[in-house]
């Protein structure tokens, strides 16, 4: 495990993947107010990735966002915009933006970010990861932590159900695990790191580790990373001043999968 840079390491390895194969990733934007532009209390501004092809696996990614900003502005905004208790008595902001942390032909990897301005009610930051399979056994679809440290430790995505535990020493208690497993065998470690954070102030003194476990889970905050590792995000909220800069840790599967025959 190495905790690292995460911004500054995702804009050289991003460079680096141009050669391999990455698919063509684009911006949506817009921007709508809530419950109307005139005497608006809610303010939408937002960049969704959009794959440039009418392919199959294209789609459905792009059918994955597209619900995503559908929710926004057809349920959860109009929601908060006509009910009292969430106009914060004041104007609100809502910015979504995301960052490609990995593209290489096999995974797309995408972070997507949330703040929102509640009145003087201060900010709230949110990171949302996704990893798609665009090239395997799953193209299209989100993967879970497992299929996306198998594919990351550069099997054969196309067999990812059929795989072998014998033929693949050093991966086997993957292909014999689940992500749920890997995620049980992740919190106690990742918890110990963020009650280092505590101490040192970077993490607010107040959550307890059922709160801890109550809002990260390692099966669900995850994105695979262009050099070959599975990088998890501590959410923001947890923060003692909660920003974009949250805490990150890097596994390669290889040591995904030591975890694993450590609760064997």
Not at 107 to 116: A, C, E, I
Not at 148 to 177: F, K, N, R
Request: hydrophobic letters at 45%.
């Amino acid at each position: 495990m190495a905790e690292r840079l995460g911004a500054v390491l995702a804009a050289l390895l991003l460079l680096m993947s141009a050669a391999l194969g990455e698919i063509t990733v684009e911006r949506t934007e817009g921007d709508m107010y809530f419950p109307q532009e005139k005497n608006w209390t809610y303010h939408f501004t937002y960049a969704y990735p959009h794959i440039a092809g009418d392919d199959y696996t294209s789609a459905l990614i792009n059918d994955t966002y597209q619900m995503a900003l559908d929710e926004m502005t057809q349920l959860v905004l109009p929601m908060f915009a006509n009910a009292p208790d969430m106009r914060y008595d004041g104007k609100n902001e809502v910015r979504h933006d995301f960052q490609v942390l990995c593209n290489d032909g096999r995974l797309l990897s995408v972070l997507q970010t949330r703040r929102q301005t509640r009145g003087d009610e201060g900010v709230l930051y949110a990171l949302e990861p996704l990893t798609f399979d665009v090239s395997g056994q799953y193209a299209g679809e989100t993967l879970t932590l497992r299929g996306a440290a198998l594919i990351q430790a550069g099997l054969d995505s196309t067999l990812l159900d059929a795989l072998e535990a014998d033929a693949h020493p050093g991966l086997s208690h993957i292909i014999d695990g689940s992500s749920a497993l890997m995620g049980q065998a992740l919190l106690p470690l990742l918890y110990a790191e963020f009650e280092k954070l505590q101490a040192a102030g970077v993490m607010a003194p107040q959550w307890t580790r059922e709160d801890f476990e109550a809002e990260f889970s390692p099966t669900r905050d995850f994105c695979a990373f262009a050099d070959g590792t599975i990088i998890f995000f501590f959410p923001p909220m947890l923060m003692a001043e909660p920003s974009f800069s949250s805490p990150q840790f890097f596994f390669t599967p290889q040591e995904l999968d030591a975890m694993l025959e450590g609760l064997s």
